[in-house]
């Protein structure tokens, strides 16, 4: 019985910790993702400047490569590593263009573009940033939640076991 | 922390409105691949909640994509495939657009962690 009392009290230790964890995360989470929102209204607002500028039809999705576009890679893509607790993090990679595979994006919109687009570039690479961070915290989040459900149904074998 | 494996140049995916793909694709996460395959998905009023659909499960499918990015709003258009997806990779993000801010209860992975929080849940 005291051996019981004991497994029973590691686990609810353990998971008051996990669950404390768990909000922790989840908060920092959120803060990223408003982080990133406001360097992606930045961005937006720096868009919409250089509509003002270039015509409401110059800066927006039509200029956006289609699948009869010539092939191009990704300037930034993003390296998957997993650490010793078996946890998925990602970092960033960024690419120079060389104006064969890996173009410079702000070049669809035309050779003069006003100084707002690069603004606004620069805008949502920080926002990228901030989201790869936010990924990063989910993949932890998950994992303490899946670890949160493993303990809880240890504890719900015991608690039958000894009834 | 010792990093155990990487993998490199993975894409990052976005399914968003015009604002956000045309931000995000300044930021140059764009790729169209030999099969002429894009990586993106612009969603307007016009697009069928059937393509958006579609276009998530492709990303989904796809070994080269690691992150998805979409819009919130989107993301509770198909809300059930969202919360169908389990697998940590692709890492799927609920980002706000220019719209809709972000709200943390409309989102799939907090919503998930705090229904542990229920008090039937915890005993």
């Known amino acids: 019985m005291n051996e019981h009392t004991e497994n029973i009290d590691n686990i609810c230790a353990t998971l008051d910790k996990l669950t404390i964890d768990s909000l922790i995360l989840m908060q920092e989470e959120i803060e990223l993702k408003l982080i990133a929102e406001n360097a992606m209204i930045g961005g937006e607002t720096h868009l919409a400047k250089s509509r003002y500028i270039l015509g409401q039809n110059n800066v927006s999705s039509i200029q956006l490569p289609t699948e009869n576009s010539p092939e191009f890679r990704a300037l930034t893509t993003i390296d998957l590593s997993i650490d010793e607790f078996g946890l998925h993090q990602f970092s960033l990679e960024s690419k120079k263009p060389d104006n064969e595979n890996y173009i410079n994006p702000i070049k669809w919109f035309g050779y003069l573009t006003p100084q707002n687009l690069s603004f606004a570039q620069n805008l949502y690479r920080q926002a990228l940033q901030w989201i790869i961070q936010a990924a990063n915290i989910q993949c932890k989040l998950k994992e303490t939640c899946k670890q949160i459900n493993q303990l809880k149904q240890i504890k719900y074998i015991i608690n039958k076991e000894n009834k | ?123």
């Open chain 2, 1 to 123: 922390m010792a990093l155990h494996s990487a993998v490199k140049g993975k894409l990052i995916s976005v399914i968003g409105d015009e604002d956000t793909c045309v931000g995000f694709l300044l930021g140059g996460v764009g790729e169209i691949n030999k099969n002429r395959h894009p990586n993106f998905m612009v969603v307007d009023k016009n697009t069928a909640v059937s393509e958006i659909e579609d276009c998530f499960k492709r990303f989904i499918k796809r070994d080269d994509i690691d992150i998805i990015l979409i819009n919130q709003n989107i993301a509770e258009i198909i809300r059930h495939v969202v919360d169908s997806h389990n697998s940590p990779i692709p890492a799927i993000l609920e980002i706000p657009s220019k719209d809709h801010p972000y709200d943390s209860s409309k989102d799939s992975i907090l919503r998930r962690a705090k229904g542990m929080f229920n008090p039937d849940e915890m005993n």
